[in-house]
């Protein structure tokens, strides 16, 4: 018996019958996490310094604008009392 074509593209590929390698499932402790690090591309190694500064700023800059600026509201302010009035809100009561 031969199959269909409508089998034949549910078959897995070579590729996916392959094991996975075993680079790819050795990072799991953290020191092997660090060892991973030595495949990252020197190039991207001044990307990476750029970003993480401009993050660190980003994370100062936000946190002493809170700090510091007097003006910003933070919390609720001047809020009236709320009212629960739980026999009222079933429609027991007329609401104008």
């Known amino acids: 018996m031969r199959a269909t074509r409508a089998l034949q593209m549910f078959r897995p590929t070579a590729r996916m019958m392959r094991p996975v390698p ?42 002493r604008h809170f700090f510091v600026d007097k003006t910003l509201r933070l919390k609720r302010q001047n809020r009236a009392p709320e009212k629960h009035e739980h026999a009222s809100s079933h429609g027991d009561a007329e609401h104008n």
């Not at 001044?46 to 500064?53: K, S």
Request: net charge positive.
């Open 22 to 63: 075993k680079e790819d499932q050795s990072a799991h402790t953290i020191s092997q996490r660090l060892r991973k690090l030595k495949s990252i591309p020197p190039e991207l190694i001044p990307l990476g310094v750029v970003v993480a500064f401009a993050v660190g700023a980003a994370f100062y800059s936000s946190m």
